[in-house]
């Protein structure tokens, strides 16, 4: 008995030792198991909309996001949170560092530019200002980094514009220099002045060759040939003949005649030398003309006043004496044979003249667009430049102006809960996150496997909105909630879609889905609000006739009296059918009367060459 007792007592020592032990073991874990909890600061960034434009920003962003996670960021915050709560100056090494960044968590979401940040600390003000500075220095360094890309983007497109110009110019010179040298002041005009003095160089000659050949046969016939007025051997009859003019040479008709043309040639002259330069060719045909207009005139006035002081003694004919006129004659010839070269020398020459000038002007209109895109493109940096200088400010303002989402860790609830305070932060993130993307896994693998499509995303449903608006419907929060979840992923959707369509160089695409009411009409409301409100030109066309669901034309508040039905079946022109909306860029063919054989409309070579119309 006395050894069972013992053995009993033994048993129970042993028993109330590890009681103990394990009482001890509880209070120290306890111990440590509080000095661990703390406050967790939570900090939300989200940039604006008009910063997501260019693929660079984004691209930004993430290297940021990485920046943001390095010890020099991070040990710059601190000292900028210590310097806030009024401590004094300590000495941040590495170990301290270290420490930051373990109780530092980070959620980057790179298509909608948002960043989570999570700072763990036992104070609460410390938390606080340790993740505002950390949020701060990373908003202040991504402004600086997208200015200096911006600065130099504005650098590299000032140089181009210089070379442009510079280009422009070089072109500009050397169409003028050649200009210039060839004389040119209107190619169309000198043509046309050169066809006329062709013209009328031909004529006189033609009149000379006839008058020569009329002095030739008389000379043949031993007959003295007697001009006419107009002839340029006018008078030299009266010379051989002894016969005196008459009347004086100088108050003649002919001579009256030939003045005028003088003075008429001289007004010419006088008008081609202010628009063009010596040397052009058609200064130097009219001064040719001139000259021998001149020489006609003083050489009758000379042979008049040489008649009349001598008056000779009238003499028979004589063979061969008509070779005083027919000389003269023949030297008019050779004049204007000349002048005719000249114009035609010149008028084979404006073809290539021509084309010359033709490709220094569409090198030019070349250059002059160039430069005129350089500017556009330097006009919209500048903007570009101007919208994130005014936004940035706005976003560290957001970002404080949040402030801080503080949990506070009860001690009683941690004692029983070791396990669930351990994993607290992470559990029930990871199972909703777990539960989405196996939800959405399933819903690719039967769309990629049944369907052969790609899933370019998904939209979660939301609470549905209740007010009368007399635009758009309340389902359509594309338009009255842009800010949204609902309308980021919408916006998501239609960037992917769009990618899809620029690599198959298509233009439209419809919706489907594999079950009834999943949301087919409202997404594709959304869509196309979407692409209108990003400056997209859109039609949405209803091919859906169930009744089950309502129109997309009660969506946009239209008319769906007349659509695709009157289309097919009524040959109507689909600009007659066409409902404008709200949005100036957005238009919409509804389905139309219910007609008796839905698959007969839909699958008609007229519903398909309107699909290829529109």
Do not use: W
């Not at 939570?42 to 962003?61: D, N, T, Y």
């Not at 054989?597 to 699958?603: M, Y």
């Amino acid at each position: 008995m006395n050894s069972m007792m013992s053995k009993l007592a033994n048993k129970m020592a042993r028993a109330n030792i590890v009681r103990l032990v394990l009482l001890l073991a509880l209070f120290i874990f306890a111990f440590l198991f509080i000095q661990k909890l703390s406050y967790k600061a939570v900090v939300f960034i989200q940039m604006p909309s008009e910063l997501e434009r260019g693929g660079p920003k984004k691209i930004m962003a993430a290297a940021e996001f990485r920046v943001m996670q390095s010890r020099e960021v991070v040990k710059s915050s601190l000292k900028n949170a210590l310097h806030l709560s009024g401590t004094r100056e300590v000495a941040i090494d590495a170990d301290m560092v270290d420490r930051i960044k373990k109780n530092l968590y980070y959620k980057y979401d790179p298509e909608s530019l948002s960043f989570e940040l999570e700072y763990f600390d036992r104070s609460k003000e410390y938390a606080v200002k340790i993740a505002n500075a950390i949020a701060e220095a990373y908003i202040l360094d991504y402004s600086s980094k997208l200015n200096d890309i911006t600065s130099k983007t504005l650098q590299m497109m000032y140089m181009k514009q210089l070379d442009a110009e510079k280009t422009l110019s070089s072109a500009n010179s050397r169409y003028e220099k050649f200009c210039s040298e060839e004389n040119i002041i209107s190619l169309e005009n000198d043509y046309a002045l050169l066809s006329s003095q062709y013209t009328q160089h031909s004529g006189e000659l033609a009149k000379l060759n006839a008058e020569i050949s009329i002095a030739e046969k008389l000379a043949e016939k031993n007959m003295i040939y007697r001009p006419k007025p107009s002839s340029a051997a006018y008078s030299l009859p009266a010379r051989e003949t002894g016969a005196a003019p008459e009347t004086r040479m100088e108050e003649s008709e002919e001579n009256y005649e030939l003045k005028k043309k003088i003075r008429d040639s001289e007004i010419r002259l006088a008008m081609l030398k202010r628009k063009y330069t010596n040397v052009h060719p058609l200064v130097k045909n009219e001064a040719a003309l001139l000259d021998i207009l001149r020489n006609k005139i003083t050489y009758r006035t000379e042979l008049a006043g040489a008649l009349k002081t001598s008056a000779p003694e009238p003499k028979p004919a004589m063979p061969g004496r008509n070779d005083q006129a027919i000389e003269l004659l023949k030297t008019r010839r050779n004049a204007y044979i000349s002048l005719i070269n000249q114009c035609e020398a010149q008028i084979k020459s404006y073809p290539k003249k021509k084309s010359q000038i033709k490709s220094y002007e569409v090198e030019i209109a070349k250059l002059e667009n160039i430069l005129t895109a350089i500017n556009k493109h330097i006009d919209a940096t500048r903007i570009s430049q101007t919208e994130l200088s005014d936004n940035m400010p706005r976003i560290i303002e957001a970002s404080n102006g949040a402030r801080i989402n503080i949990a506070y860790f009860d001690l009683s609830a941690a004692l029983l809960s070791l396990f669930l305070f351990l994993m607290s932060f992470k559990v029930e993130a990871k199972a909703l996150l777990l539960k989405e993307n196996r939800k959405l896994a399933n819903y690719k693998n039967v769309v990629a496997d049944d369907f052969k499509f790609k899933v370019l995303g998904h939209v979660n449903k939301g609470e549905p909105l209740n007010f009368e608006d007399p635009s758009f419907s309340a389902s359509c929060f594309a338009y009255h909630q842009k800010d949204s979840r609902q309308s980021r992923h919408v916006g998501t959707i239609r960037n992917n879609i769009t990618g899809q369509l620029d690599r198959n160089t298509g233009v439209a695409f419809g919706l489907t889905s594999l079950n009834p009411s999943e949301g087919k009409t409202v997404l594709a409301a959304n869509i196309g609000i979407s692409a209108a409100l990003g400056g997209q030109q859109t039609l949405v066309v209803d091919f859906n006739y169930k009744t089950t669901c309502p129109p997309v034309a009660e969506y946009y508040k239209a008319s769906n009296d007349y659509g695709i039905t009157d289309i097919v079946v009524g040959e109507t022109p689909y600009e007659e059918v066409l409902s404008a909306t709200a949005i100036e860029d957005l238009k919409l063919i509804s389905t139309g009367m219910f007609p008796p054989n839905v698959h007969k409309v839909v699958s008609s070579p007229v519903c398909g060459e309107f699909i290829k119309q529109v």
